[in-house]
């Protein structure tokens, strides 16, 4: 959440630890009801390198092209210098070689760029006066601030009256206000109409000021009636619920509850109740931005128990991130299952980097998703450590993990219920289904979290033996056989047969007439947008997938800026970033009322060197 991308970063790992060695995190025995040390599967290498992907996926590139510095910049540091042995020059030595062994692990990742080239090694123990090092740092971090490309932008001079109002409410330790208390803030700085009071709500949300997410659309809900206004203030709720209590913590009245929420992942309400019992006024909103988070889902089948008994009974949330890994955990077993007659398997790979937060809030979406479908049926979803079960429909049912063997990897199994005591095959409608499922779902949380975490759908290969096992990319070989060595082909039958499409030409139906069921959800509301563009030059379900392309900021700015430029929007190119719709859709308006044509936005695509739209258009309209 406080990844953000106007920021400077400072990743700090202890220069005493080994960088090869196991990183050390707490984990709790339910047989000794005790949480020690153990060796985490990331090393302390790792964890530097995993910190660097994270910023770099979850914030925008503010760079442009003249910058000698990619942003957001992030900045090394090495502590407990002085925890070193040897003399000084020892200590220099075994710092530069850590040094060296980080730089490597960055070495051509697309966010080596974003790394400042030097690395700082600080001494901890000096308080007065302070260590050189730390000196230097912040005199570099102080230099690398104000050549950041939004510095000396301008703002209205009355939302900044109102964050120094904010400040004030801060110094008196207000973590939060209701709508009504920034009504009343922002008259007085003379913000008076609700166009200009969200726009500016949304302003101080993207750089980090605030937490807000409400809309002008949505007058009466509860996430309208919150500001987060100590944004770190919200990291502590959330970890009242997500972090796991040693027992000794735990409130004996509750203790069937803390039981239920460590062993199968329900969290009951009475219990968040009494997490939150010094905010219960704010209990609904704060339970919505959880869910808002994608942190936590409530079990649908309490809610229909409580409307039909009329009963007082507690919701039921899922919370499938505080499940740990036990000793003889009923865990579903895919080996022989994946490799039935009646599954279809596919992988989400992440090419090395698969935030569990991510993955989490994929099952949360999931879980909702399947209770939708389930709710009459009497059918619940099925939470494991990193390993969900899911109902899909009478016949149907899925399971999602995180690959152990390769942890940067998710495996979707869907498999059909036996008939007869036969195996059958999946059906290939269900089979599509769940794939557009588990896309639409990674590109809305890319979209709104993630912005840079890229993934491809790939298939196993069913060639090569099982110690050189490999994946192929699933549009490959829904076109063509890929290659294993020079003599084998991937036979590729089933899957063509279970996730290639009936019928081509219904594939390149104008979504925008047809209806918005293929359209990613976070896309869907831009129907409207597209609607109001004369002449557009392409149909609207291929423009939704030029906006995924051209929508994340590219280093070279070569996005949906440099359309803006060739339509004359580079004025109000600030603007369009901050608006909610996608930008590449909003300068489409442009580039159809200049009367330029689809060829024109081809040239301008291969000027600027973005191939991949170009071969999108053409794959899609067979040019």
Known sequence: MFLVSRAIYIICFNLCHDLNAPSRVEVFHREYGKITDADHYMTNLDRVVFWSQSIYSHTTENSVSNQKQFSPPIFIVGTHRECLPGNDEERQALTEDKFLLIKKAFKQKPYEDHVVLKYYAIDNSVRSPLDKSIVELRDHITEVAKNESYMGEKMPLKWLNFLHEIEQLRAQNEHSINFKQVTKISSKCHINTNIQLFAMLHFHHDLGNIVYYGERDTPYSALNDIIIIIPQWLIYIFRLVITVKNPSDQWAEFRSSWKKLDEEGFLEERLLRRMWQEFLEKFEALLQLMQKFDLICVKTQSILYKQTTGTKSDRLFYVPSLLKKKEGDEMVSLDKLAKSNNTAVFYVNFDGFLPEGLYYRLVVR???????????????????YQQVKVYIDQNHDAIIRILPEKRSCI?????????????????????????????????????????RV???????????PEENLHLHKLKECLVSTPRCGPDDGMDTCKVRRLFGKDNRNQA????????NSNVPWFLRPLIGVYKDIPSPILPFHIMTEVC???DPPQPRANDWRSVACKVGYDCYINYIMNMMNSPTMCVMHGWSEKGLSLDDFKDCMIAINRHDVVGLIEEHLKL
Request: glycine content about 6%; overall charge positive.
């Open 508 to 515: 390149f139906q104008d979504t925008a007439v047809q209806g």
């Open 454 to 464: 890229d993934f491809n759908v790939c298939v196993l290969c069913n060639v090569c």
């Open 366 to 384: 999931i879980v909702h998703w399947s209770q939708q479908r389930s709710h009459d049926k009497g059918y619940n979803p099925r939470l494991f």
């Open 548 to 550: 995924v392309l051209l």
């Open 411 to 451: 495996q979707v199994v869907i498999y059909k219920l036996k008939v007869g005591g036969k195996h059958l095959e999946p059906s290939p409608s269900v089979c599509k289904e769940i794939l557009q499922l588990i896309k639409e779902n990674l590109l809305d949380i890319g979209h709104k979290w993630m912005k």
